[in-house]
């Protein structure tokens, strides 16, 4: 299982999640909103960007590409300031309704 964080500009966040629900079957999604600063951010001298939001989305680790190249491409600008994809393994899930744990839960 793999958890893909990204972290992309709001008003990216409809067409993001639209494309989503359209071409992949994720089992879930936490949308956060968040303020941070990347490598151009900082060279600017600026300390935050323009509001962000973050997707933290854990999958089987077959369907990370899919994933991955949909959110890529839909939050696309081709500006500074699009955003950044993190990706890492996830050991374990527990769905505390049902005990069920890893693949089963998610
Ligand atoms: N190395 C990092 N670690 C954690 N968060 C990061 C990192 N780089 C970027 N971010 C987060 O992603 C947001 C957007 O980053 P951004 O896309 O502007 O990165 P960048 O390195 O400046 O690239 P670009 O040149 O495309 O703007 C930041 O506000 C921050 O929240
Ligand atoms: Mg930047």
New binding site residues.
Partial sequence: MKEIKAIIQEFMLPKVVEALREHVEIPGLTVSRITG??????A?GLSE?APMVKLEIVVPSALVNSVVEIIRSHAHTGR???GKIFISTVDEVVRIRTGERDQNAL
């Fill in positions: 600063f990347g490598r151009s951010e900082r600017a960007t500074p300031g699009d």
